[in-house]
């Protein structure tokens, strides 16, 4: 059986999402990597350069991760690019997360360039 060749163009796409929400996070990229269940920052590097992507269990850790006090990732933005990057937390200024979603949705499409 022959094994299925990744869509690069989806792989970059997915890996530049993540790496728009992981610069909204507060923490040096060590932090994070640690929060996330990675021993060092080699996972993140990685993603970043749009060389891997991160399995189920780092993405549920992701989803999970405080932003700024008011919202969390949005795991089905990450995977599919539909939908605001952010998810209010609920009783937070829902205008503090729409302005994390502007920035972040801004910040993908330079990054897209």
Same mark, same amino acid.
């Given at each position: 059986?022959?094994?299925?060749?990744?869509?690069?163009?989806?792989?970059?796409?997915?890996?530049t999402?993540?790496?728009?929400?992981?610069?909204?996070?507060?923490?040096?990229?060590?932090?994070?990597?640690?929060?996330?269940?990675?021993?060092?920052? #080699?996972?993140?590097? !990685?993603?970043?350069?749009?060389?891997?992507?991160?399995? #189920?269990?780092?993405?549920?850790?992701?989803?999970?991760i405080?932003?700024?006090?008011?919202?969390?990732?949005?795991?089905?933005?990450?995977?599919?690019?539909?939908?605001?990057?952010?998810?209010?937390?609920?009783?937070?200024?829902?205008?503090?997360? #729409?302005?994390?979603?502007?920035?972040? #949705?801004?910040?993908?499409?330079?990054? !897209?360039?």
């Amino acid at each position: 059986m022959t094994r299925r060749k990744r869509n690069q163009e989806l792989l970059r796409e997915q890996c530049t999402r993540v790496a728009v929400l992981l610069s909204f996070l507060d923490g040096t990229e060590t932090a994070i990597s640690h929060a996330l269940g990675h021993a060092n920052a #080699s996972t993140l590097s !990685r993603v970043r350069a749009g060389m891997t992507f991160l399995d #189920s269990e780092t993405l549920a850790k992701l989803g999970a991760i405080d932003v700024q006090g008011v919202a969390v990732p949005n795991l089905h933005w990450v995977l599919t690019g539909v939908g605001a990057p952010f998810l209010g937390k609920p009783g937070r200024k829902t205008a503090l997360v #729409s302005a994390l979603c502007e920035l972040a #949705s801004h910040a993908f499409e330079e990054d !897209r360039r």
